[in-house]
């Protein structure tokens, strides 16, 4: 168990939430389900707490009802490999309700916030030359979600 986690409150659909979150990445699991105030007669009952990991991190998240949506003062960032990668998590975070925004940034149909970043864009940020870097992130502050072949021929449209 880790010192620190981030721990996220969901209307009633933590378990849902973490086992979609967890099918999405590698070195994720679930790795305990807690139901306070479930009985044999409504095992639906009580209180979910749901304690995942995903890439290795420890998350918490809890049934505990409509009182505090998320904002997007609070994202899931994933630093991906390639455009098939943002493509695949992107895709699957904006089913089913999921709602694209800019930047790379989304929330998925629970309304948490995620980034799907390629690592070429933070490359392409920290390129050396100043003008590449500015135009990568020019063309960057346009999208939705990141497309790495359009971030580079803006790079390189100088």
Known sequence: MQKVTTFLWYDDQAEQAAQRYVSLLPNSRIVRVERMGADDADPSAGTVVVTFELDGIEYQAMNAGPLFP?????????????????????????????????????????????????????????????????????????????????????????
């Open 70 to 158: 998320f904002t997007e003062a609070i994202s899931i960032s994933v630093l991906c490999d390639d455009q098939a990668e943002v493509d695949r998590l992107w895709d699957a975070l904006t089913a089913d309700g999921g709602e694209p925004s800019r930047c790379g940034w989304l929330k998925d149909r629970w309304g948490l916030s995620w980034q799907i970043v390629p690592r070429a864009l933070i490359e392409l940020q920290r390129d050396p030359d100043p003008a590449r870097a500015r135009r990568a992130n020019d063309a960057m502050l346009q999208m939705g979600k990141i497309d790495i072949a359009a971030l580079y021929a803006a790079a390189d449209a100088g």
